[in-house]
């Protein structure tokens, strides 16, 4: 199993915290998966595309027996299942979004998947929850721990603490 797999997952249509319980029930009850830690949910207003409803976000540590291109057809899939409109435009509005963002110690470069996720550093809305869960885990390739990448973030946009727990 590939213990060292961090999930990101956001929503900011309809009831936003029932997209992000059901991307954590699908994960968790995925066959070779198996969620490990979830991090408090957190609101984040829109980072890219302002003219839309504020984000609730997330980190899961998962588990898996797959690679990385097939756990990415299985998240496609829950997406999908939540209601994911995959015509939007990029960092539009969406029930479900899950992105890989860093599987084990690996370094993947494809037209589909980029690991670990190319824009970790610039968003607080995932270094804050991963902080919470692993803040002492480094980024392939690197040498500076999420802590840290938090503490050097340039993002300067607003991120609360939604609910601290939610059930897995």
């Not at 009831?15 to 198996?34: C, E, P, T, V």
């Not at 969620?35 to 839309?52: A, F, G, H, W």
């Not at 998947?113 to 902080?131: C, D, G, N, T, Y």
């Not at 919470?132 to 840290?148: A, K, M, R, V, W």
Request: aromatic residues 8%; proline residues 4%.
């Amino acid at each position: 199993m590939n213990d060292q797999v961090f999930l990101g997952l956001g929503s900011n249509l309809d009831d936003r915290l029932s997209h992000l319980l059901f991307g954590i029930d699908q994960l968790s009850n995925a066959k070779g998966i198996q969620v490990i830690n979830i991090s408090s949910v957190y609101i984040s207003e829109p980072k890219y595309l302002q003219d839309q409803n504020d984000f609730l976000n997330m980190v899961i540590h998962i588990e898996t027996e797959y690679s990385g291109q097939e756990l990415l057809k299985i998240i496609k899939n829950i997406e999908y299942n939540a209601g994911r409109d995959f015509n939007i435009e990029r960092n539009g509005p969406r029930k479900l979004d899950i992105d890989i963002l860093s599987f084990q110690h690996s370094t993947i470069s494809t037209n589909e998947l980029q690991i670990p996720h190319p824009r970790i550093a610039e968003r607080k809305f995932v270094l804050i929850p991963w902080s919470e869960i692993s803040p002492q885990f480094i980024l392939p390739g690197g040498d500076i721990t999420i802590e840290s990448l938090l503490a050097a973030c340039c993002d300067t946009s607003t991120i609360n603490i939604y609910k601290e727990s939610v059930a897995f």
